[in-house]
């Protein structure tokens, strides 16, 4: 089995996607070891909770207060995912820059999603910012990707799924938005799906 880290800020909505991939048959051989969230009200806590999925808050403040760095954060976030021997790291709306103290603990098992095209309005509010440079006739579309996360770079290192999103004239900010959370519910199963079963049938030849 491969197992999932899948690691959240917020909503989690991309989450459910996954959760329900997997109880859909769709991801075979894959299930989600453990979610973790940054924040203690993400509601992507409460949504593994209710599939029977351990759920973990771990959050960085209790670090900053005792003068301990983001490097400490990192390296116990490893050891919780290791602690549930989650063997892939899955990204789906987490809002923290990871280092290398967790990275090279997960080095080349790290999957990001990112509301747009490669080298396109990386960082937070990018499905705003790419609204608003279409409102200045500046693009006239945008997009959703799965990458890996090679190191610290935010939104960017080798693509595993793309797809263009359409922005239209009229459309207001929610239904752009809509549109690119459609889209990113497939491509992160999709995603998964073509990085796992890569890595079980490379795991099947050894
Ligand atoms: C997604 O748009 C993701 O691309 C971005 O944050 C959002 C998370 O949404 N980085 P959710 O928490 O999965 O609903």
Redesign the pocket.
């Known amino acids: 089995m491969v197992r999932l880290a899948v690691l959240?800020?917020?909503?989690?909505?991309?989450?459910?996607?996954l959760i329900d991939a997997c109880e859909r048959g769709e991801l075979p051989g894959v299930e989600i070891a453990v979610v973790v969230s940054n924040r203690r009200d993400?509601?992507?806590l409460e949504r593994a909770r209710r599939h029977g999925l351990p759920a973990v808050y771990h959050p960085l403040g209790p670090y900053r207060e005792r003068g301990l760095s983001r490097t400490d954060y990192d390296a116990d976030l490893a050891l919780i995912l290791e602690q549930h021997r989650a063997d892939w790291v899955v990204?789906?709306?987490?809002?923290h820059v990871l280092s290398d103290a967790f990275l090279g603990r997960f080095r080349g098992r790290v999957l990001?999603?990112?509301?747009a095209l490669p080298g396109q309005f990386p960082g937070?509010g990018?499905?705003a910012r790419a609204y608003e440079a279409a409102r200045r006739g500046e693009v006239d579309h945008t997009g959703?990707m799965v990458h890996f996360v090679p190191d610290e770079q935010v939104?960017a290192g080798p693509v595993i799924v793309q797809e263009a999103v359409p922005i239209y004239p009229g459309d207001s900010l929610e239904e752009l938005?809509a549109r690119?959370?459609a889209v990113?519910?497939r491509l992160?199963v999709e995603a998964v799906r073509r990085v796992t079963s890569a890595a079980q049938s490379e795991a099947h030849t050894q």
């Open positions: 959240i800020s917020g909503h989690g909505s991309n989450l459910q996607a993400a509601y992507g990204l789906a709306g987490w809002m990001n999603l990112h509301p937070t990018a499905i959703v939104d938005e690119i959370h990113e519910h992160i």
